[in-house]
């Protein structure tokens, strides 16, 4: 069985950065891709960013791009996403995914989640 495991996420104000943190543990397993999502009270989840390991080409929302990073080993299947000038508006519960397949991760369709982290920015 696979887990993914996210941490790093926290209070922090207008302004500030964190760094989250996702990785996997239990059977080892090839990812493709790693993904992170977050999703807010009453909203649907989002896409934030993605890296495939491929070139380690990395993609982002709108809304995050020029302010957050992500990174990752894709040997140990670990991705991180650093946020840095964060907005109230980024406040939500972020998740990672990781798909095994590129015809999955094209289609979203993710085999693996965690849990999530919160992360509250206040103003």
């Known amino acids: 069985q696979v887990q993914l495991v996210e941490s790093g996420g926290g209070l922090v104000q207008a302004g500030g950065s964190l760094r989250l943190s996702c990785a996997a543990s239990g059977r080892t397993f090839s990812s493709y891709a790693m993904d992170w999502f977050r999703q807010a009270p009453g909203k649907e989840r989002e896409f934030v960013a993605a890296i495939r390991w491929v070139g380690k080409s990395t993609y982002y929302a709108d809304s995050v791009k020029g302010r957050f990073t992500i990174s990752g080993d894709n040997a140990k299947n670990t991705v991180y996403l650093q946020m840095n000038s964060l907005k109230p508006e980024d406040t939500a519960v972020y998740y990672c995914?990781?798909?095994?397949?590129?015809?999955?991760?094209?289609?979203?369709?993710?085999?693996?989640w965690g849990q999530g982290t919160q992360v509250t920015v206040s103003s």
């Open positions: 995914a990781a798909a095994t397949t590129c015809s999955k991760w094209s289609r979203r369709d993710y085999d693996y």
